[in-house]
């Protein structure tokens, strides 16, 4: 982007303003998931909760340390072994092979990988009562959405889960203020719980109903 940033004037995410954007798109799917942890579970107080984590780019790793924090028992995968050995290190995680990583008995699910990751081979395998993560287009397709609901899943949407990062550069102008994208990235928590009411009130899938919310907006 700095190399961009030579070119025109039209790029965010530069150092001199808000830097890279990972890690408040990291702090807004903690917010995704707390939230869908009140839906699932009647608290968002995760102390206690086995999460799993499916990748570790820079995303991944910020996560882990807010989740640590919370006295989660996390259970990770990558294809990066030296990736997952220092989540392990670090956090007393439990490793798990890229293979088994869908059917592990935990609370929640936190895909921070590659898209198109619940589709119809792995929806089976799922023992989760939340997803909620980063990548854009976690559900292969739409009716994934659908069939999540379906089996009492808790899917926080995708680009409302990962939207700190847009959050983060969009409020570099006139003078970027951290605490300011991070108060306005907080305020994902309750948009998912509206996305949620909207599900259940309209008997749609999360995914449709972020839709259709951000289609009225």
């Given at each position: 982007?700095?190399?961009?940033?030579?070119?025109?004037?039209?790029?965010?995410?530069?150092?001199?303003?808000s830097g890279y954007?990972?890690?408040?798109?990291?702090?807004?799917?903690?917010?995704?998931?707390?939230?869908?942890?009140?839906?699932?579970?009647?608290?968002?107080?995760?102390?206690?909760?086995?999460?799993?984590?499916?990748?570790?780019?820079?995303?991944?790793?910020v996560l882990c340390?807010?989740?640590?924090?919370?006295?989660?028992?996390?259970?990770?995968?990558?294809?990066?072994?030296?990736?997952?050995?220092?989540?392990?290190?670090?956090?007393?995680?439990?490793?798990?092979?890229?293979?088994?990583?869908?059917?592990?008995?935990?609370?929640?699910?936190?895909?921070?990988?590659?898209?198109?990751?619940?589709?119809?081979?792995?929806?089976?395998?799922?023992?989760?009562?939340?997803?909620?993560?980063?990548?854009?287009?976690?559900?292969?397709?739409?009716?994934?959405?659908?069939?999540?609901k379906e089996k009492?899943?808790?899917?926080?949407?995708?680009?409302?889960?990962?939207?700190?990062?847009?959050?983060?550069?969009?409020?570099?102008?006139?003078?970027?203020?951290?605490?300011?994208?991070?108060?306005?990235?907080?305020?994902?928590?309750?948009?998912?719980?509206?996305?949620?009411?909207?599900?259940?009130?309209?008997?749609?899938?999360?995914?449709?109903?972020?839709?259709?919310?951000?289609?009225?907006?």
């Amino acid at each position: 982007m700095e190399y961009l940033a030579k070119e025109t004037n039209f790029v965010a995410g530069l150092r001199s303003k808000s830097g890279y954007p990972s890690p408040m798109t990291a702090y807004c799917v903690y917010m995704a998931i707390k939230a869908s942890a009140l839906k699932a579970f009647g608290t968002d107080n995760l102390g206690g909760k086995k999460i799993s984590i499916q990748g570790f780019g820079h995303i991944g790793l910020v996560l882990c340390d807010y989740l640590a924090k919370d006295n989660v028992h996390l259970f990770v995968s990558d294809i990066d072994n030296d990736k997952v050995k220092k989540v392990v290190e670090l956090y007393k995680a439990k490793e798990v092979d890229v293979n088994s990583i869908y059917e592990q008995d935990v609370d929640i699910f936190a895909p921070c990988g590659l898209g198109a990751i619940i589709n119809d081979e792995t929806i089976p395998k799922l023992k989760c009562k939340v997803i909620a993560g980063s990548p854009n287009n976690v559900l292969k397709e739409s009716h994934h959405g659908r069939i999540l609901k379906e089996k009492g899943i808790v899917y926080a949407p995708d680009y409302v889960a990962n939207a700190g990062g847009v959050i983060n550069v969009a409020m570099e102008n006139p003078t970027y203020n951290y605490e300011a994208a991070k108060s306005a990235t907080e305020k994902i928590y309750n948009r998912i719980l509206e996305i949620f009411e909207i599900s259940d009130r309209e008997n749609i899938s999360t995914n449709e109903a972020a839709d259709k919310l951000a289609m009225q907006e």
